[in-house]
Antibody, heavy 119, light 111 residues
Framework: EVQLVESGGVVVQPGGSLRLSCAAS????????MYWVRQAPGKGLEWVSL????????DYADSVKHRFTISRDNSKNSLYLQMDTLRTEDTALYYC????????????WGQGTLVTVSS | QSRLTQPASVSGSPGQSITISCTGT?????????VSWYQQHPGKAPKLIIY???ERPSGISYRVSGSKSGNTASLTISGLQAEDEADYYC???????????FGTGTRVTVL
């Protein structure tokens, strides 16, 4: 059974930093492109970032570019999101998502971890 | 960044068919056959129900189908059932400054 379990979501002050983690199991992690997708309370889905199976390619939404950094450790079946210079508008449930490397959709979803940016 | 445009809400009676539109531009929906759809029940994670415009993942009901014409993709649910009441989002790969874009979301209500 595929499992994606996010962790690291907390309450943080504006301007602060946070690192989210996602532990993957039940599939061949290093065959998959991984993503972060977020959802602000009561709002829609927003694509945040992607990383290729080997970590060579990364991409970011304009809203987080130069502030967030995605990374992965295939030896630990883990995905990460380093979030710096956090803003109140970054408050959201952050989902870890995976899909086969040649696919252009979001196949497997975690349950999300909540990040709240507030003073 | 821009989002794909969906109607805020769609409703139908049990047994009826509904269609949700997803309008983009010629750099996303119109350029690529990489439109996907997601169903999200309250408090739950989204679930993939259509990919590559028309393909259904294993285990997804035949009552769900997708299509595309020009810059607009559509999701049709036939034989509407109570369990279909949820939020639905489209997504597309894009040649914009970012790789993917989601739709604004549609709440489906079964009357």
């Amino acid at each position: 059974e595929v499992q994606l379990v996010e962790s690291g979501g907390v309450v943080v002050q504006p301007g602060g930093s946070l690192r989210l983690s996602c532990a993957a199991s039940g599939f061949t992690f290093d065959d998959y492109t991984m993503y972060w997708v977020r959802q602000a309370p009561g709002k829609g889905l927003e694509w945040v970032s992607l990383i290729s199976w080997d970590g060579d390619k990364t991409d970011y939404a304009d809203s987080v570019k130069h502030r967030f950094t995605i990374s992965r450790d295939n030896s630990k079946n883990s995905l990460y999101l380093q979030m710096d210079t956090l803003r109140t508008e970054d408050t959201a449930l952050y989902y870890c998502v995976g899909s086969g490397s040649d696919y252009y959709y979001f196949e497997y979803w975690g349950q999300g971890t909540l990040v709240t940016v507030s003073s | 960044q821009s989002r794909l445009t969906q109607p805020a809400s769609v409703s139908g009676s049990p047994g009826q068919s509904i269609t949700i539109s997803c309008t983009g531009t010629d750099i996303d929906v119109g350029r690529y056959n990489y439109v996907s759809w997601y169903q999200q029940h309250p408090g739950k994670a989204p679930k993939l129900i259509i990919y590559d415009v028309i393909e259904r993942p294993s285990g997804i009901s035949y009552r769900v189908s997708g299509s595309k014409s020009g810059n607009t993709a559509s999701l049709t649910i036939s034989g509407l059932q109570a369990e279909d009441e949820a939020d639905y989002y489209c997504s597309s790969y894009t040649s914009s400054t970012t790789s993917y874009v989601f739709g604004t979301g549609t709440r489906v209500t079964v009357l």
